[in-house]
């Protein structure tokens, strides 16, 4: 069930689309920041920017996305369409896009995301780059996707020449959110697409949520604390979630760490794992390779604990220490806790011994 | 902690696996765990006599693991190969042999030149493991054995009170009638299979060895060799600091191995970190001056099995025969170090028991006690146990100290010619016997002990 | 095969992995500016060999037979044999020169061409994505060659009742999914220790023939739809990164020292509050 390979001629694909990923009555913060890339590259283009919701009864979040600068939303509502599966989410916006044929979609690269667009740019045979980190338009008005390569020591240009639409996908917090302007006008377009209950082969039986207690989300944190392979042990992120409670932030860890086993995938910063934009990035045993930078240069203030001095992390800390960090660490906690334990907050409150 | 409950740092426990399927054991007629030079020509005799073979290798490739000091004494290949000369992976042919004395500054070496040395079955050469390793154990698949690496075999399979091949794992067996162990001087499943008691220290040396690179152009100009020749040096006295055991050098191609076999008894009871002796002996000016620019590649240490005829392992059972170091088949009598000669043929009086076994109806103890006769024919016993005083007599301290320190003073007053007046050579042996304050009695003793074990 | 051959017949799970070069040791070609794979150390694709344990774990406990897919140049047999000594009942290489510089999309369409010639599949494995091209895409895009429903980031599977039941690890929660067979899933990074290969394995592997080498001919890949001019997207040019240099204190001394020092700077700048 694929396209054939004639490609049509590229005249005929206008305007840059962003599938608008939606969970709770509210968009995915990966898709409100795609929408402000998205209108940049639409007025490059000279071209409509255009959202495209499917769900079930989802109208009044289209007239809410337009504010984010969108000129126009899409949408489908149908019960099959509710919750997010692949297959008629997939078969949707493959009709949508041959019948409205854009030049550009773009999607976030969430787990959701990546799974859509992974199976749609095959049922379309055209390009997909996973991943960008950046946009332009080159000299032949194609779309140069830019994306980390050979592990993040690379960054690489890539070109969808002949085929359309030129599909890429975006991690969280690559790109800022746009301002919501409600006065914002825009037309919400109701379109009808073809499905039958046959379509809907995967049921979701269960889901659990994750709760805020589950810990906070070190993409959402202000501070984040982040463990490498310095640390050497999973048992030492304890100590790295005590100094996060006391700052009111998330705990995060390098792709070393993660690898060796000591903490969960989903607390990965880097390239492969999550960009964070903490207002403090505190990088605890972490050496600083290049995958890892991707996921965190965007930190307001960053600071480097490493006893090695010529850890490459160093070259981009705003602050740091060059010493153990089994010393450092609970210092800092210590100092923390004592400047915390003044009701007051005054410095004065701090015992003699600790300066 | 985490959401969803992910539960990092929970120890992992393994699933149980059923067998899949009882029948499809592998089965093979020989099993030869650890693809050394005694496994290799074990599964290489075996698969010639039509035993299907099975050569196990716990490193990812043959003699990754293994070590040595340096030189392999070639009569075995002789015979076992007779065109081994074409593509054996040989570094040097050894044409000179030295034997070297040292104290903390000086050295007396005396040299063995001749042409005989690397003629016929006398030959020998040095050699790096990592190549000729493979090379002898690729022989052996090119007769028909199996070679696996990357698979540590964990104990024997036993059922029934008998010997039914290897296991690895709970659920990961290989049958086999017959069992060689090739494992090398840390063989556990020798103990396993209930043939050999805990070593004490006192049976067992740490063999130490750092290869350093210097151009073969510089190795031929400082050793005085042509371009295919190469240098055997066995160091006695300073080099191990008074402790017992010796030190060696043998040049490779484009490399030097210099390393120690010390007394690990000694090593614990003196607290000296044998990384600090062998850097010791590196420096000394003697070898120095043959070393010197050259860079420290590799480093490696091992246990060596100081066992004498008296003391070795029995070497056979019900389905098991045990080969080469692991049946503690080496000898070091103090000025030469022989270890992988005698685990080639070894190796190869293991294949020849096997056969004879296989003959007499079946692999069973009574059956494989042939395998003695075997290493008799190939004096592999003969000499272990003509040398069996040898690790007595290196466990004599003198020999390690006093003696190396009377010879140096002997040479220093006979070669120190200024002017105070010329002595004569016997009355200087006399003085510093004296001096050393050995009585005479236990000199001519010694000196008589050393002859009859060398 | 009768309705009741059909019933009694083993479940047959095909693994897709990718050989690829070990995360530490990524070098790229100075010349052609890709990823060098000859001569270097290579692993199987470890989002894979999760994939490919999950595939045992089912043979163990449902008799599953399991059969590895891979697309690439020979030296990929290296991981292929590895799959059948850790317990893979045989393997396939899909291998062609004509395949090479094939972006997802022709991969994709290569690979489900291929299972499709093998045929009789009741579920289809892969990892989440690869360490070297980090894209995930080519196992929703199989899947959506193949029309089959997928279920990504699964990190746990089971078979009840003739029906796959997946649990995936989303952003917001965990979900559990249900679905007929066949279908695809991609398998979640790290969602269970690959066994190592066994002794029984790798005897097998060397008695041979349990790695076999097809080419596109082989298969009836249309040529016009892979390889590097085939592929709709093309790496026009690269770039290296330049590291966004800061004007940083570095402190050294006591840590009593260095972390009131720290402290005092990142209050004043107003970035922790007390």
Redesign the interface.
């Given at each position: 069930m694929t396209d054939g390979h004639v490609l049509e001629d590229k005249s005929h694909f206008r305007g840059v689309w962003v599938f608008l990923e939606h969970r709770k009555q509210g968009l995915r913060d990966v898709s409100v920041q795609l929408i402000g890339e998205g209108r940049r590259l639409a007025d490059l283009r000279a071209a409509t920017l255009t959202g495209v919701l499917l769900g079930n009864g989802v109208d009044d979040l289209a007239k809410h996305a337009i504010g984010y600068g969108l000129d126009r939303v899409i949408v489908i509502n149908d019960p099959i369409l509710e919750i997010y599966r692949s297959r008629p989410y997939a078969q949707v916006m493959a009709q949508l896009i041959r019948r409205h044929k854009p030049e550009i979609v773009l999607y976030g690269a969430s787990k959701n995301g990546r799974d859509l667009g992974g199976r749609l740019h095959a049922i379309l045979e055209t390009g997909l780059a996973a991943d960008c980190v950046k946009f332009d338009i080159d000299a032949e008005g194609n779309l140069d996707m830019i994306r980390p390569s050979f592990g993040g020591k690379s960054l690489a240009h890539i070109l969808c020449k002949k085929h359309r639409p030129q599909m890429a996908s975006v991690r969280r917090n690559v790109f800022v959110a746009p301002p919501h302007d409600p006065k914002r006008t825009g037309e919400v377009v109701p379109e009808t697409v073809e499905l039958r209950p046959s379509d809907v082969d995967a049921t979701l039986v269960d889901f659990?949520e994750?709760?805020k207690e589950?810990?906070l989300r070190p993409e959402e944190a202000e501070v984040v604390v982040s463990g490498g392979y310095g640390l050497g042990d999973?048992?030492h992120f304890a100590m790295l979630?005590e100094l996060a409670d006391l700052l009111g932030g998330a705990i995060a860890a390098s792709r070393k760490a993660v690898d060796s086993?000591?903490?969960?995938k989903?607390l990965q910063v880097g390239q492969t794992g999550m960009t964070v934009r903490p207002n403090l990035y505190l990088a605890v045993g972490i050496s600083g390779a290049v995958q890892h930078l991707a996921g965190m240069q965007e930190s307001k203030k960053i600071v480097v604990i490493n006893i090695d001095p010529k850890a490459p992390l160093f070259e981009i800390a705003d602050y740091g220490i060059v010493g153990d960090l089994f010393e450092v660490v609970p210092e800092m906690i210590r100092q923390l806790k004592a400047l915390k334990g003044g009701a007051t907050g005054a410095r004065t409150a701090v015992p003699a011994t600790a300066r | 902690?985490?959401?969803?409950g992910?539960g990092?740092?929970k120890p992992?426990t393994?699933?149980a696996?059923?067998q899949?399927d009882r029948e499809s054991?592998?089965r093979f007629d020989a099993i030869v765990v650890g693809a050394g030079p005694a496994g290799s020509a074990a599964a290489l005799t075996l698969a010639r006599k039509g035993f299907s073979t099975?050569l196990?290798e716990r490193g990812r490739a043959p003699g990754v693991k293994g070590m040595f000091g340096g030189r392999i004494y070639a009569w075995p290949l002789v015979d076992l190969l007779p065109e081994w000369a074409k593509d054996c992976p040989v570094e040097r042919f050894v044409v000179r042999e030295n034997l070297a004395f040292l104290t903390e500054d000086a050295s007396l070496t005396v040299s063995f030149d001749s042409p005989k040395l690397a003629q016929g079955r006398g030959t020998s050469f040095t050699a790096l493991r990592s190549k000729f390793d493979a090379w002898l154990a690729k022989k052996a698949q090119d007769a028909g054995a199996?070679?696996?690496t990357?698979?540590r075999?964990d104990d024997l399979w036993r059922e029934g009170g008998r010997v039914r091949g290897?296991s690895?794992?709970p659920n990961?067996?290989?049958a086999a009638d017959l069992v060689v162990l090739a494992e090398g001087a840390a063989s556990t499943l020798v103990r396993k299979a209930g043939l050999k008691a805990d070593m004490e220290p006192r049976e067992v040396s740490v063999g130490i060895k750092e290869t350093v690179e210097l151009p073969p152009e510089t190795i031929q100009d400082r050793f005085g060799l042509g371009e295919r020749e190469g240098a055997a040096f066995v160091y006695a006295g300073y080099a191990s600091m008074g402790l017992r055991g010796g030190g060696f050098l043998y040049t490779n191609k484009a490399s030097v191995s210099l390393g120690l076999v010390v007394s690990s008894e000694d090593l614990s009871r003196k607290k000296i970190e044998v990384q600090d002796l062998q850097t010791k002996f590196r420096m000394h000016p003697a070898v120095q001056r043959l070393l010197r620019g050259g860079k420290v590649v590799e480093y490696s240490a091992h246990l060596v099995p100081e066992l004498g005829a008296g003391m070795m392992p029995h070497l056979s059972a019900d389905g098991v025969l045990v080969v080469g170091d692991a049946a503690g088949f080496l000898i070091n009598n103090g000025y030469t170090f022989r270890g992988v000669d005698l685990a080639i043929a070894s190796g190869v009086a293991a294949g020849e028991a096997a056969e004879a076994a296989r003959t007499a109806g079946g692999m069973t103890k009574a059956n494989l006690a042939a395998y003695e006769k075997f290493l008799r024919a190939r004096n592999v016993l003969t000499d272990l146990e003509r040398f069996r005083r040898a690790p007595l007599y290196m466990k004599n301290e003198r020999l390690f100290e006093v003696y190396p320190r009377m010879l140096m003073e002997i040479a220093e007053r006979m070669y120190t010619v200024d002017g105070s007046g010329k002595e004569r050579l016997f009355d200087v042996v006399l003085d510093e016997a004296s001096a050393a304050k050995v009585p005479k009695l236990k000199m001519l003793l010694d000196l008589l002990q050393g002859a009859r074990s060398m | 095969m009768t309705a009741g051959e059909e019933a009694s017949r083993p479940m047959r799970v095909i693994v897709c992995i990718k050989q690829v070069p070990r995360a530490q040791e990524l070098q790229v070609d100075p010349v052609t500016q890709t990823l060098k794979r000859v001569g270097v150390p290579s692993e199987i694709n470890p989002p894979d060999a999760n994939a490919l344990e999950m595939a045992l774990?089912l043979?163990?406990e449902h008799?599953a037979e399991v059969i590895v897919l891979s697309m690439g140049p020979t030296s990929f047999d290296e991981s292929l044999e590895r799959a059948v000594a850790m317990g893979a009942d045989r393997s396939v290489l899909l291998t062609d020169r004509i395949l090479g510089g094939s972006d997802t999309v022709p991969t994709a369409y290569a690979l489900s061409e291929t299972i499709q010639k093998i045929g009789g599949y009741d579920l289809l494995l892969c990892g989440e994505e690869t360490t070297d091209a980090s894209t995930g895409h080519v196992g929703p895009g199989i899947a959506g060659h193949l029309d089959l429903p997928q279920i990504t980031y699964a990190s746990e599977i089971r078979i009840e009742d003739g029906k796959v039941r997946a649990r995936r690890?989303a952003e917001d929660?965990?979900e559990w999914w249900q679905t007929t067979m066949p279908c695809l899933c991609t398998v979640n990074f790290g969602c269970n220790?690959p066994?190592e290969?066994?002794?029984?394995g790798?005897?097998?592997v060397?008695?041979g023939g349990l790695v076999t080498h097809w080419s596109c001919a082989d298969v009836g890949i249309d040529p016009k739809k892979v390889g590097l001019f085939n592929s709709p997207t093309i790496v026009a040019k690269v770039d290296t990164v330049k590291l966004p240099r800061r004007a940083g204190r570095i402190f050294s001394g006591e840590p009593e020292e260095t972390v009131r020092k720290l402290l005092d700077a990142l209050i004043a700048d107003r970035v922790i509050a007390l």
């Open positions: 659990h994750f709760t589950g810990g999973p048992e979630q086993g000591w903490v969960p989903m | 902690m985490w959401p969803g992910l990092f740092g992992f393994r699933p696996f059923p899949w054991v592998e099975l196990v199996m070679l696996v990357g698979i075999v290897v690895v794992a990961d067996h290989v | 774990r043979k163990d008799a690890t929660g965990t220790r066994r290969p066994t002794l029984t790798k005897i097998r060397e008695r």
